[in-house]
C-alpha cells in the first residue's frame, strides 16, 4: 500500500478524504467525530503523522486546507503551462492521482504544498485556531533602528515552520534520494513563507501625524508566495545524492560542479530526473499530455496553441457567448438589463 503513496504528496491525500467526507470539515465535527477516528481514516499517513493528528486535530484542518492553498497555488501559477500542476486525475476518486517523477515540477509541487501547510498553520495561530499557539510576542514593545515599535499580532512564523515540518516531513521516511529531495524542497517551501513575511505598521498620533508608529511581521497573500517560488522553479538545480565512506548518511550534491561535493543551497528547488515535455500522456512520469487543452490562438507564450499543442495544431469551436449588460436601477426597485451577445471562437488542443 505505502508504494502507491510514495511519490503523491500525502497530505493531498487528506484533502481528498476530507473532500469526500464532507462531514469532516470544520474543526467542530472533527471534535465530533472524534481525533483518533478521523485521523485513522485518512489514508497514506505513516503512524508518526497519525500521532501527530491524533494531538493535535485543530491543526489537522489547517494542514488540509494549507496543501489544498498549496494546490491551488500550483494551478494558478502553471495555468499556462504544459504541465499544469493536476496531481490527481479527476474523476478517478481518492486514490486517483497522478505519479510525478522527481522532476523540477515535483520540486515546485512539493515545495508549494509545504509552504501552504506553514502559511496556514501560521495564520491560524495569529486568528486563535489553534490552542498550542498564537502571535509572537518576542519583539513585541522593542524598538527598532528607526524608531518604530514592535506591537499587534506578529506572525509566529517559526511555529509555524516547525509545526509543518514535523508533520509534511514524518512522511519521508525512505531515506533514499528521492526522500532527500522532498525533505529539500519541502525545506524551501517553508523558507519561503519566512522570506516573504511582510511588515505592516500603523500610526498614531494627533490626526495620523504619524508621530508613533507600531509594526507586526504579516504574511502576503499566498500568491507573491506562489510567485516567489515559480522563480525557484525556473533556476531549479540538478542534484545527485552523494555517499561518502566517512559520513554515515548520504545528502544531495549539486550535480554539475567543479568542486567537489557541492551542496544545493537551501533556499533553492532541486530534482533528480529531467522533465519530460509533457505533450502526450504518460501516467509513470506524471505527464497528463495537452490533448484537450484549450489555448491562445494568438499569444506566443506557453498557453498559445503552437506551444501548448506541441506542433499537433488545434480545433476551433464556435460558439455565442451571452451574458447581461446596460444593466439600470429603476427607483424603486428592479433593474432591467439587456442581453449582450458575440460571436466567439475557442481552440483546443488536437
Ligand atoms: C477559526 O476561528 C474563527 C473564530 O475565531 C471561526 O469562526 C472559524 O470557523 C475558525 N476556522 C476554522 C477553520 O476552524
Ligand atoms: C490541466 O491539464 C489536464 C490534462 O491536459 C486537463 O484535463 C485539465 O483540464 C487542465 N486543467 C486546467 C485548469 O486547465
Ligand atoms: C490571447 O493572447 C493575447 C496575446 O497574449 C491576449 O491579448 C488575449 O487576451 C488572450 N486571449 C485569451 C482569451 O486569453
Same mark, same amino acid.
Given at each position: ?107 515546485? &509541487? ?21 490552542? %498550542? ?128 561535493? #557541492? #551542496?544545493? #543551497? ?17 501516467? &509513470? %512520469?506524471?505527464?497528463?499530455? %495537452? ?8 499569444? #506566443? ?50
Amino acid at each position: 500500500m505505502t508504494r502507491i503513496y510514495r511519490y503523491v504528496i500525502p497530505y493531498v491525500i487528506i484533502l481528498a478524504t476530507l473532500n469526500s467526507h464532507t462531514h469532516i470539515r470544520a474543526v467542530s465535527s472533527v471534535v465530533a467525530l472524534g481525533a483518533n477516528l478521523l485521523c485513522s481514516r485518512v489514508p497514506g499517513l505513516t503512524a508518526r503523522q497519525r500521532r501527530i493528528c491524533t494531538k493535535a486535530p485543530d491543526a489537522i484542518v489547517s494542514i488540509s486546507e494549507g496543501s489544498r492553498t498549496g494546490i491551488r497555488e500550483c494551478q494558478h501559477q502553471f495555468r499556462h503551462h504544459r504541465w499544469n500542476c493536476s496531481l490527481m486525475a479527476a474523476g478517478s476518486g481518492v486514490f486517483g492521482h497522478v505519479v510525478l517523477i522527481g522532476s523540477r515540477e515535483a520540486a515546485y &509541487a512539493y515545495a508549494v504544498a509545504s509552504a501552504g501547510v506553514t502559511y496556514s498553520v501560521t495564520a491560524s495561530c495569529a486568528r486563535g485556531n489553534i490552542s %498550542t499557539c498564537g502571535c509572537d510576542d518576542r519583539k513585541r514593545g522593542r524598538y527598532s533602528a528607526s524608531g518604530w515599535k514592535w506591537g499587534g499580532c506578529s506572525a509566529d512564523i517559526n511555529f509555524g515552520i516547525k509545526f509543518a515540518r514535523k508533520f509534511v516531513d514524518a512522511r519521508e521516511v525512505e531515506g533514499d534520494a528521492r526522500a532527500l529531495m522532498n525533505l529539500h524542497n519541502n525545506n524551501a517551501g517553508r523558507r519561503a513563507v519566512k522570506k516573504t513575511l511582510k511588515t505592516e505598521c500603523k500610526c498614531h498620533g494627533v490626526s495620523g501625524s504619524c508621530t508613533m508608529k507600531t509594526c507586526w511581521k504579516t504574511l502576503p497573500p499566498f500568491t507573491n508566495i506562489g510567485r516567489h517560488l515559480l522563480k525557484k522553479y525556473n533556476k531549479a538545480k540538478p542534484v545527485i545524492v552523494h555517499r561518502s565512506r566517512r559520513r554515515s548518511s548520504p545528502y544531495l550534491r549539486l550535480r554539475r560542479t567543479k568542486r567537489r561535493a #557541492r #551542496r544545493p #543551497r537551501k533556499s533553492h528547488l532541486v530534482y533528480l530526473e529531467k522533465s519530460p515535455n509533457y505533450c502526450d500522456m504518460n501516467l &509513470a %512520469t506524471g505527464s497528463l499530455g %495537452t490533448v484537450g487543452r484549450r489555448c491562445n490562438r494568438t499569444s #506566443r507564450g506557453g498557453d498559445g496553441c503552437d506551444l501548448l499543442c506541441c506542433g499537433r495544431g488545434y480545433n476551433t469551436h464556435q460558439y455565442t457567448r451571452k451574458w447581461q449588460c446596460n444593466c439600470k436601477f429603476y427607483w424603486c426597485c428592479y433593474v432591467h438589463c439587456h442581453t449582450c451577445q458575440e460571436e466567439t471562437e475557442e481552440y483546443t488542443c488536437k
